[in-house]
């Protein structure tokens, strides 16, 4: 029986959200800096994981948010990018995960692996890369909390927007019910949060623009000023 979907997320409800990736943060000080960007106002925490396969580099695995959610019971997102997510859900959801974001282009099943996620007691996101088309969520878009559109080339942080998703994003915001997020990732800054903001995202993930910053505090408000006042 479809669920109706939810918001898995209670410290991000209504009004824009900013999403930190922990990809570019300082892993030699990674406490200091999550609590700094939860104490800045961050709806929720964003943890990128990279196979190697899926997209050309690596990053953490399930034992980084075991450690991240010893340390904070802040929401934690977690983007799989690997090649086979029916096999990394459950380790992540057993590491703390609330929520996991899959890539619909490395699902062979879209509506197994959002029942499993359920099971589970977990958020379900879905995103897409640059090149697939808004129409390939159509099936299961009703089914899902989230959707997640790449703003970049997944694989690497510090990348540049690309502008010519803000019409992808405008075609799933309009699919898209009043509980059901819709998140950006890539190349978000004052500028292009504002563009996809007023294109119907609600949910920003940013790494460098926060994390490369010398005052967090500030870039999360930055950022989280700059969606409020495309959409006021
Ligand atoms: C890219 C990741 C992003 C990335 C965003 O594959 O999904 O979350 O870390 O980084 P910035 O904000 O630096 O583009
Ligand atoms: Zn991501």
């Given at each position: 029986?479809p ?16 999403a ?11 406490g ?5 960007v ?10 990128d994981?990279m196979?190697?396969h899926?997209?050309?580099?690596l990053s953490?695995g ?7 959610r010893?340390?904070?019971d802040?929401p ?11 096999y990394y ?19 062979d ?22 090149g697939?088309k808004?129409?390939s969520?159509w099936p299961i878009i009703d ?19 690309m502008?010519?998703?803000l ?6 915001a ?6 059901q997020?819709?998140?950006v990732?890539g190349g ?8 996809c ?21 500030q870039?999360?408000k930055r950022?989280?000023?700059a969606?409020?006042?495309?959409v006021?």
């Open positions: 029986m669920r109706t979907p939810h918001n898995p997320w209670p410290t991000c409800q209504a009004g824009p959200c900013i930190p990736s922990l990809l570019a943060c300082d892993f030699s000080r990674a200091q800096q999550i609590e700094a939860i104490a800045a106002g961050a709806g929720v925490l964003h943890v994981i196979d190697g899926f997209v050309p580099n953490m399930p034992g980084f948010v075991q450690k991240i010893r340390f904070t802040h934690l997102d977690v983007h799989i990018m690997v090649d086979d997510p029916a859900i459950e380790r992540f959801a057993d590491a703390g995960a609330d929520s996991i974001t899959f890539h619909i282009e490395a699902a099943n879209p509506a197994e692996l959002i029942a499993r996620l359920r099971q589970l007691g977990l958020g379900v996101g879905v995103t897409l890369k640059p697939t808004a129409e969520l089914e899902v909390d989230m959707v997640l559109v790449m703003t970049v080339e997944p694989g690497y942080g510090g990348q540049k927007f502008p010519e998703m019409d992808k994003i405008s075609a799933i309009q699919r898209l019910g009043e509980s997020r819709l998140q990732d978000i800054n004052p500028e292009t949060v504002k563009l903001a007023a294109s119907g995202a609600d949910v920003f993930v940013a790494g460098e623009n926060i994390f490369a910053s010398d005052d967090i505090d870039a999360v950022l989280q000023q969606a409020i006042s495309a006021s």
